[in-house]
C-alpha cells in the first residue's frame, strides 16, 4: 500500500434522486459495499468512507472499512472527499464515487499512471467507450469528449460530439465518464476553493468547474463499466448486468 494516495468514497445518504441508494441492496450486499471493496484491490492506499449519515457510517464500521463524519452541508461529492482528505499527507486524492458498484481496481491503476504521466494535467479520470445506443441519450449517462492527447474537452448529459449527418467520421465513438477523480493535493485545495461555474450549474457536473478555471483533465481509455446507480430503476438494471 502507498502512502501516497488515500481514496476517498463519498457516501451521502441523502441523494436527491434515490435517497439512502448507497445502502441499496445489490446481489446481497449494499452498492457502497461493492464499491469498497473495488478502490481496496487497487493497493493505492488507505480507503476511507465519507458520509454525513450515521446509517452510513455504521453499516462501514460492521465491514471492516474506515469511515468518517462529513458535515451535511458539503455541496458536492469533491467538498465531502476535501473534508475527509484534511490532515493527510498524501500526494494524490482519489474521489471515488460511492455509487459505482462496477468500478474496477485496473480501471483506477490506468487512470492514475495516465495522470503520472501527464506533468501538465491536474486531475485524472478515465471512460470507456459506449456500446448501447440507449445510454447516448441518457442524461445520467455522462458523456465526455477528449482531443488527440486523451485531455477531457467537454463534459456533458447530452451526446457530444453530436455526429453530423454529413460528417465523414461515420464511426467515431462516443465515451462514458468513469465516475470518479484523482486529484493532486494542491489541485483539490484549489478546487473547493473555486466557486460553482455556470456550466456546472447548467448541466450539475462538477468536473466542469475544473475545466472553466483552465484545469486539465487526463482521462485514460478503459473497458466498459456497468451501470452507475443514479436512480432506484438502476437497481435493476445493474442486477440484470450481474445476470449476464
Known amino acids: 500500500m502507498s502512502e501516497d494516495c488515500l481514496i476517498i468514497i463519498p457516501a451521502r445518504y441523502g441523494s436527491q434522486r434515490f435517497p439512502g441508494k448507497v445502502l441499496a441492496p445489490l446481489a446481497g450486499k449494499p452498492v457502497i459495499q461493492w464499491c469498497w471493496e473495488a478502490a481496496v ?4 492506499g488507505a480507503v476511507v468512507i465519507a458520509t454525513e449519515h450515521e446509517k452510513v457510517l455504521k453499516f462501514a464500521l460492521s465491514i471492516g472499512a474506515r469511515a468518517v463524519m462529513t458535515s451535511p452541508r458539503c455541496q458536492s461529492g469533491t467538498d465531502r472527499v476535501h473534508e475527509a482528505a484534511r490532515g493527510s499527507g498524501a500526494k494524490f486524492i482519489i474521489n471515488m464515487q460511492g455509487d459505482e458498484p462496477f468500478m474496477k ?9 495516465k495522470l503520472k504521466a501527464s506533468p501538465d494535467c491536474a486531475i485524472g479520470t478515465a471512460c ?19 482531443n488527440s492527447a486523451g485531455r477531457a474537452v467537454y463534459f456533458s448529459r447530452c451526446p457530444i460530439p453530436f455526429h453530423h449527418r454529413l460528417s465523414d467520421l461515420k464511426d467515431y465513438p462516443y465515451f462514458k465518464h468513469c465516475g470518479f477523480y484523482i486529484y493532486h493535493r494542491e489541485a483539490l485545495q484549489r478546487f473547493v476553493k473555486l466557486k460553482p461555474s455556470p456550466l456546472e450549474r447548467l448541466e450539475r457536473l462538477e468536473q466542469l468547474r475544473a475545466l472553466e478555471n483552465g484545469m486539465k483533465i487526463a482521462v485514460a481509455e478503459v473497458p466498459e463499466l456497468g451501470p452507475a446507480i443514479d436512480v432506484p430503476a438502476d437497481i435493476r438494471t445493474a442486477a440484470e448486468f450481474l445476470n449476464k
Do not use: E, W, Y
Not at 484491490?41 to 493505492?44: I, N, S, V, Y
Not at 481496481?105 to 499512471?113: D, M, R, V
Open 41 to 44: 484491490k487497487t493497493g493505492l
Open 105 to 113: 481496481a485496473s480501471t483506477l491503476l490506468k487512470a492514475f499512471k
Open 128 to 146: 470507456s467507450r459506449i456500446k448501447d445506443k440507449r445510454d447516448i441519450m441518457n442524461p445520467n449517462c455522462v458523456k465526455v469528449a477528449l
